[in-house]
Structures are given as C-alpha cells and as structure tokens.
C-alpha cells in the first residue's frame, strides 16, 4: 500500500494573502478559500494543492522543507519574484546554480538554474 500525496501546508500569519502571492508565482488559483484555509492547485481537479493555514506566531527559523523553482530563465524569474514581494536571503548556501529567495511572510525557497541538456 502506498500514500498519495495530496497537499503541503504552510502556516501562514495572512494565508488569503500568501495563497494568493503564490498562486501568482506557480500561476495556480485558489481552489477553497475559507478563514481556516486557503488552498491553491494548478486545476481544481488537480494534485497535489498547497494549503495554507493561519497561526499568529511569525517564522522564526530557518524552514526545513522548501520549494524549488525552475524557470527557464533564473535571473528574469528572480527580478519578478523581487518585484513581486521576495527577498534575498542567506541561509548559508555557496552554491552557484540557485538563488535563494523568501516570501512575503518569510518562508524561503530556491530558484534554480535551468537544467542543461
């Protein structure tokens, strides 16, 4: 027997707010959207969502799980996700193949390089 995975949640202490940035970035919607959740897929009809969920204690550490993103161009996708609310952040990486970015509320993630042939 096996599971299937159906959604990654994100506490989050605005989630409509962070829902929608990220439906924006991954060009998902908002499939629910209630006071307890919010969540996003790329079809309404489509797995996995991201869920997002209020608390009202801020992001303290660094996350232990991320998102990695891979655009086909990393310099213009991080020059949009900047223009869209991101910022650069250091979490110790030396890497020169992504680009370290958190969002609105704090959360980082990884914009990659585009793979080569």
Known sequence: MTSVWTSLTVDAR???RL???WAEVLGYQVV????????IRQAADRLPGIVFVPVTDAKENKNRLHLDLRPADREAEVERLVDMGARH?????????WTVLADPEGNEFCVLAPRGD
């Open 19 to 21: 829902a929608r940035w």
């Open 32 to 39: 629910t959207e209630r006071p307890d959740e919010v969540e």
């Open 14 to 16: 605005d989630p409509a």
């Open 89 to 97: 952040v250091d979490v110790g990486q030396n890497g020169s193949d």
